[in-house]
């Protein structure tokens, strides 16, 4: 095989819809002459489709680069505040072993490098687990990336008949078949089709469908198919198609979400005082320093002195950048959605997690999602007569008389006995019928559960006669119906089926119980709508089916004269059994839910009074809060914007209704709206929403649109997906209200410290305050982080999205037990070495107070773990597994640290009662906790803190 069209140009062909080459190679048919490919069988060799895979590609696209641990280490290590370590740590080992100790006078060769190499040890660690934090995260975000890509199957034409592949096994040459909700991964041209629109608007920014056909067959990959059917030939596949060429060119490292810019810009600031911090701290050891120098002259200069007082500044910085912030939101964003894929939610963007823990509103589909994923038709009205399905027996119909067809004025619905009936047999096969062809190439539940009354009718073995010409018009939502119209035996037949006021209005005849086809007059028109609003108030969808026989030239036409109604049906959707109780949370949580619906008004009001969306104060129906998407669609933008919120129920709805809904609502810049949708027309809804929800069983337009993916179809997902957005944003501000207090105390105690101190050197040093950064960041980040959810999470109102991320709790939290520490720690420097029974300032003091500043923040990891106002810092403790290995692991390197140290850390052994003197100036942190509540409580008169 030579093919002759390079990818390029055949890319460039469909991606900029190149016609003048088009017509050049004559048009679908030249380009499959030039493919080698027949058009009416597809491909047939295997050698064949492996040839093409080679000369043009595989359909996926190569995954992007990964960066090394050793990438990872040398970007590490790249820190301005690492590098700056690291050549503090060189200059002092150089110091130390060639000046004099000033201590000592001399210089100290066999102890001189140990500070210089400590720092550079204790730089190294924290590069190391810098760089495999990075890299573990890259990895479990890679990991997640290829659990939430989708394997999607393609229906081909191979060897002449149809088969299904999956997307990424489609070379150049293969012939696809197209229907409503395709999401084109390749490249393609239309060879034929009946009403085909595609959504370009991800490819060309146009909101407007395009109708393909009539001089524009090309179908560019990442487009969809809005409507229609068809097949088109597959022209270029992965790398060399127009998306796949766009996003190869494209790639770049991921946004940080919103919550990760905030806390970058927080770590700016914090870090920014943290420099003049360190600044200061330096300032006033060399001014002191070079004072006692000038009233001392017999004190002798050591620059050895100054080096260290600048080490000690710098690793100030080291403590005062909280990087940690931005690792926290990674850890807890990847904990969170590797967690929530269990709970049913697979994330397909990062931000969306966050983003539902400030929801305040959920636009929900119903079927599917608030109901069970199972239909069955329960009734049935047809030539005149209501038979109620739900109990029926093998040869028994319970019959509920509407009187005469002949004298609809005595129609009324009563119930009857139960009877054996004989209905005539035409009647009963045009019901089937109709229902088997408006239904073809359907396979949701509403068919489904249709084809199943087919089954029980008795004409499960009917099969459609084969007809050379079939038209087919699938289910629209604009237009809720669905047409298939057959052209045989010299005369033409349109099945229809759809929403029963829609079809039911369109109707011009009937058919009674013996087969005729009678004028539908007002009166038995009045008839009809009784039933269906009794179907409707208990809570049933209803569907009407009705048929049109014409002559062979009306087959060409798309309206017709006359149409039959030939059946009502009603068909029940059991609601989940879980989801009431989840409407209850999504209220308790001050969430409101709202369902938006195709169903007519009478039978979305019924289901939404069932789930609990609907109060038992609305007995009627009330236009407040219930009303059509007609209604809602024709109203003044500001009379629209005024009701949107208190509106639950949104019936016979189109995907645009569901679109505007959530448009008005988010004119409130307060608002986080959350939609659920699965049909290709719900695209926009789900992109406009702050998060879309996709069902796993939706088309792959809904879930191209979608942040999340329920992989159960559940109402219940949403909620879990709020409860551990929540859980991600308390998570963080636990962090934060941890650290900061670390922070500002550890900053504190070295430069009030150095002050105090004869020798003129920091209490806490370099090495130390490294450790105590490795503590406060990549530790507490670890075991903060990743705190699991509990249902207390939804016993409280969404946070604004114009809410503070340090709230006034926290700042009680953060100043009480900071000045907490730094009064310990000044006690321990001015008192302690007469309590502790050591020498002023000694390595024995000095060892007291870095070992009793650890503990200190070991005891207060479980206080931090309260945001709220509860007095009980162990609550719900065993949901914090990750937290309390972090703690022991902590408690068991200082044990470590404390009596193996020595003088790599600047340390030495304390005795037990030293130890135990430490352990109670900690765990006074806990009593300090519930005074600060307390006296919060007190301020604010309230027991409950968003």
């Known amino acids: 095989m030579k093919f002759t069209l390079e990818p390029d140009s055949l890319r460039d062909m469909v991606g900029q819809k190149d016609t003048q080459l088009y017509n050049k190679l004559g048009g679908v048919a030249g380009v499959a002459n030039e493919l080698e490919v027949n058009l009416h069988s597809g491909l047939c060799r295997a050698e064949e489709i492996d040839t093409r895979a080679i000369r043009y590609g ?92 989708e394997h999607r199957t393609v229906t081909v034409l191979r060897n002449g008949h149809k088969t299904d592949i999956l997307s990424e096994d489609l070379v150049v040459g293969d012939v696809i078949a197209l229907r409503t909700g395709t999401r084109l991964t390749v490249d393609a041209i239309l060879i034929s089709g009946q009403g085909v629109v595609c959504d370009e608007s991800d490819i060309t920014g146009e909101t407007d469908d395009v109708p393909k056909g009539d001089g524009d067959d090309f179908l560019i990959s990442g487009t969809s198919l809005t409507e229609g059917i068809g097949y088109a030939l597959v022209t270029a596949v992965g790398v060399s198609s127009f998306s ?171 119930p009857a006995d139960l009877v054996d009936i004989e209905m005539n047999r035409d009647v009963i096969k045009a019901v089937a019928e109709t229902i088997i062809y408006s239904s073809l190439d359907e396979s949701n539940r509403t068919a489904l559960a249709l084809m199943e009354l087919v089954a029980r009718l008795g004409y499960d073995s009917l099969v459609p006669p084969s007809s050379p010409d079939c038209k087919r018009e699938p289910f629209c939502s604009s237009k809720k119906q669905s047409k298939t119209k057959i052209k045989q035996k010299g005369q033409s037949i349109m099945y ?46 209803t569907l009407c089916i009705a048929n049109s026989q014409g002559s062979e030239q009306d087959y060409e036409m798309d309206t017709y004269a006359t149409l039959t109604c030939l059946a009502l049906i009603g068909i029940e959707e059991p609601i989940r059994p879980e989801v009431e109780e989840a409407i209850s949370q999504c209220k308790a949580a001050g969430i409101g839910v709202k369902m938006v619906t195709g169903d007519n008004l009478v039978s979305a009001v019924a289901v939404a009074r069932r789930c609990g969306i609907v109060s038992d104060d609305y007995r009627t129906l009330d236009s407040r809060v219930m009303l059509e998407g007609k209604e809602f669609r024709e109203m003044p933008h500001a009379i629209r914007i005024q009701r949107v919120k208190s509106i639950v129920v949104l019936a016979r709805a189109t995907p645009l209704d569901k679109q505007l809904l959530v448009e008005s609502l988010k004119d409130d810049p307060l608002q986080v709206v959350a ?98 950064n490795l503590i406060m960041d990549s530790l507490a980040a670890l075991g903060l982080a990743t705190e699991l959810p509990s249902a207390s999470l939804l016993c409280r109102d969404p946070l604004p999205k114009n809410a503070p991320i340090i709230n006034r709790h926290m700042w009680g939290f953060i100043v009480g037990q900071g000045l907490y520490q730094l009064q310990v720690c000044l006690f321990l420097l001015t008192y302690g070495h007469e309590w502790m ?32 106002l509860e007095l009980n810092v162990f609550a719900e403790i065993h949901r914090s597994h990750t937290l309390m290995v972090i703690a022991v692991v902590i408690t068991l390197f200082q044990i470590l640290i404390v009596n193996y140290g020595g003088v790599f850390f600047g340390v030495v052994p304390v005795s037990s009662d030293q130890w135990l003197k430490a352990l109670i100036l900690s765990a006074g942190s806990l009593p300090v906790s519930v005074m600060i509540k307390l006296f919060l409580k007190r301020k604010r008169g309230t027991t409950h803190d968003t």
């Open 58 to 149: 595989k359909n996926v696209l190569p995954p992007a680069e990964r960066m090394t641990l050793w990438e990872f280490i040398k970007d590490a290590a790249n820190d301005k505040t690492m590098l700056i370590l690291i050549g503090a740590a060189v200059l002092s080992l150089v110091l130390g072993l060639t000046t004099p100790d000033p201590r000592t006078g001399v210089v100290e060769y066999s102890t001189g490098w140990i500070e210089g190499a400590a720092i550079l040890v204790s730089v190294f660690i924290v590069i190391m687990v810098t760089a495999v934090n990075d890299f573990k995260k890259q990895e479990k975000f890679a990991e997640l990336e290829n659990t939430s890509t």
């Open 244 to 414: 796949g060429h766009i996003a190869m060119i494209t790639r770049a490292k991921k946004k940080p979400t919103p919550l990760q810019e905030k806390l970058e810009h927080l770590a700016d600031v914090i870090g920014k005082f943290g420099l003049l911090a360190a600044s200061i701290t330096f300032v006033i050891l060399a001014a002191k320093e070079t004072y006692l120098l000038w009233i001392n002259a017999d004190q002798k200069f050591h620059f050895m002195k100054y080096w260290e007082m600048l080490t000690t500044a710098v690793a100030i910085v080291v403590v005062a950048v909280p990087e940690g912030l931005p690792l926290s939101v990674t850890i807890a964003l990847a904990y969170s959605m590797q967690q929530m894929l269990d709970d049913k939610n697979l994330v397909r963007h990062l931000a969306a997690c966050e983003t539902m823990g400030g929801a305040t509103c959920i636009c929900s589909d119903k079927t599917g999602t608030l109901t069970a994923n199972e239909m069955s038709v329960i009734k049935l009205w047809t030539g005149g007569q209501h038979f109620d399905l739900a109990r029926l027996k093998e040869a028994e119909w319970l019959r509920v008389s509407v009187g005469d067809a002949q004298n609809p004025q005595d129609a009324t619905p009563t």
């Open 496 to 541: 229809v089926k759809g929403a029963s006021e829609v079809i039911l209005a369109q109707c011009t005849h009937w058919m009674n119980q013996s087969g005729e086809r009678l004028p539908l007059t007002a009166e038995y028109r009045t008839v009809a709508e009784r039933v269906l609003n009794e179907y409707a108030s208990v809570g049933l969808r």
């Open 675 to 772: 939609v659920t949708g699965d049909g290709t027309n719900d695209g926009p809804a789900l992109k406009c929403a702050d998060v879309g929800f996709a069902m796993n069983s939706g088309t792959e337009v809904a879930k191209a649109a979608s942040d999340i993916i329920l992989t159960d179809d559940n109402f219940v997902g949403v909620v879990k997906a709020v409860m551990w957005g929540r859980n991600v944003n308390d998570n963080i501000r636990k962090f934060i209200q941890f650290q900061l207090t670390v922070n500002s105390a550890a900053c504190l105690i070295a430069i009030i410290g150095a002050c105090m101190s004869e020798t003129n050197l920091s209490p806490l040093k370099p090495v130390q305050l490294l450790w105590l």
């Open 837 to 868: 029974g050591v020498s002023y300032f000694d390595d024995a003091h000095l060892t007291c107070v870095f070992n009793t500043f650890v503990l200190l923040q070991v005891v207060n990891f479980f206080n931090a773990r309260q945001l709220g």
